[in-house]
């Protein structure tokens, strides 16, 4: 048997994505619920807060894809401004150059030779301008032969990491090491240097971060005197979604004759309730009156279940589990509560929580004399982004009216 | 922009299937990493185990599809001799139809009129036998009224649950209670009972179980008495993959002109090195001597992964994170080390240990004095199958010698 058998879309929700479901309306029990949904409204506000934040602070942006992996996601943000895109895996990037991505950031090491292949064929594909990551002679040396052997140049970052971190270079001098052993390749061209600031933690997290991206700083303008750069332009990119306002301010402060400076958030676009709220209520503090951007983020996303048991009294059993969200940082939230026949769904009361979750089922509590029953739908915000759209091939974007007006496709 | 775009395949790893990827070898870098792969031969070897255990014990199997979502390992299990199938929800229940199983039971309440459609449509196109769960009035009346408006029977089973536990009646009488109401529909048939032992824990957790299935087995029996499953026998169904030895012994040894007994393990199928693993040891424990079945099940899956950074000593950080395989009950274990131009894998000494995951990197400890390099691949067993199986599109089905012999899609 290899015929392809897949859910049943827009009719089930998770399923081979196409358009048909564009008018059906979630109230109306068109759509099979657990369902993923995106508020577009919601994402074009976060498209633009993020896009004006860059602009604003003159660094350019580009977008972490790896939280939705939705193509279609990645074109608006294009449209929204978008430098690049960024992007975790060589399959990852492929996605994005066929969606029309012309400008990659790999923020990874690209390693093992049918991932370089992968990236050769981009390249030759689509003319996709594409960077990754190094920290090893090793992975120097594999690259060098394979693009080499291709006929090919690649775009290499140096990344830079801090001690108990994760990958990068531990010092100056291993980078400037390496930069060595590119310039002994033609096929290999140093364009910039990258780090990740949000492995560094602790309650000194804000100051220690400051003070690693000014060495990352200095480090890259210092290279940059060396003429490691081909006289050219660096690269100098940092940020996940929680410190993108100190990575803003330090590399953005540098001198842009220079560098290009890039911040590479993504949970941004989706938001959450959760963990990223979090951060980026923080990120507010931070940056008090200096932001000149109006408005916040808003969390995009819901999973919308039905209540399929209420077995016992205050508790609901929903028909949404580990299978259908992340639980990784925290369990998604009820946020409305919508009996099928009446008109709009209502906010759900601060006391109901789901406080356990299975595979596929949730449990929630909730007052002995709340009025749920069998057949209510639930509307759940999460915590963590990323892995909840990884769990989705469709998400419905919906308008403020719960009505289908586009499913998008991702690509995990 | 509504084009369909997937990672790409084979080729990549995470995409649409196909089988171009056949006699493929992992150690040739053929394949790009991260990728799942199941080993064949263990995969037939659990096939057969778990059968033969079942048939042995005077069981039907009905193995829960939740677990792999894969409509060919759905075939493989039936060719082995499986009753029926079971499935957590209806997109579920449409995948399994359209790969041909005639069987299926869907261990969940049937809520929300598209999840009804799609019921009905596989009912309808397919002539598929279908059973779900029911454990309230409200639900049974919206099926019955559902069902009879379509022209079609719908076959019941009654959930029966624990206090403090999951779906499900709490007590004999809310059972009887909804046997009236599911005799008041034409389209409606009870055809049997349903349990979920899985949601009892603790220390006396095996005594409790017991208690709790020979209550089930007993109610069963009463209704069949009383005539409720109109003189057929009565589908007594329970079993998850840690207790399904309770269940087949209490269940399989009821009166079986009365009675059909079913277990619904699905962990099996693929099996792991982490809390599966525990739970049939505890399994083999109980079953002492007493087990006919030779030999026992292995974990059948592993994601390989490259070393793409060596930034300190003792430290390896690899291609492989939340967004590739499971991290709820255990993190991924380092089963094999392979470096690409050597002859085989070798296996991983037991002092390297996987101790931080995030989303699409592991951090890996190991001696500094460790003969590892980036370029490496490092084969890793999971825990918990269900969250590593909805990560992927793709399986690749390996023979002993790590080379593909077919692809295999999930339906998540």
Known sequence: MNQKITLPSVTATKGAGDTAGKGLSLLHESVSLPAAVVYRSRLDNNLSWMQSFADSQ????????KTTMTPRFFQLQREAGAWAQTLASAPQAVAAAEAGIGRIIMANQLVGKRNMALVSGLKAEWGTEFHCLVDSAENIRALGDYFAAAGQTLNLLIEIGV??????????????ALCAIIAEYDSLRLTGIETYEGVIGGPEAPAKIRRHLEQVRDLTLKLHAQGRFGGQRAILTGAGSAWYDLVAEVFGGADQSKVIPVIRPGCYLI???????EAQQQVRERLGDSCAVQGDLQSSLEVWAYVQSMPEPGLAILTLGKRDCAFDAGLPQPALHFRPGSARPVKAPAGWEVFHIMDQHSAMRLPEDADV???DMIALSTSHPCLTFDKWREIHLIDDDYTIIEQVNTCF
């Open 373 to 375: 029953k069998v057949g």
């Open 58 to 65: 003159g660094v350019k942006l580009a977008p972490h894809g």
């Open 163 to 176: 001690p108990g971190g994760r990958c990068g270079c531990r010092s100056d001098a291993e980078a400037e």
């Open 271 to 277: 938001h959450d309730k959760g963990i990223y709220l």
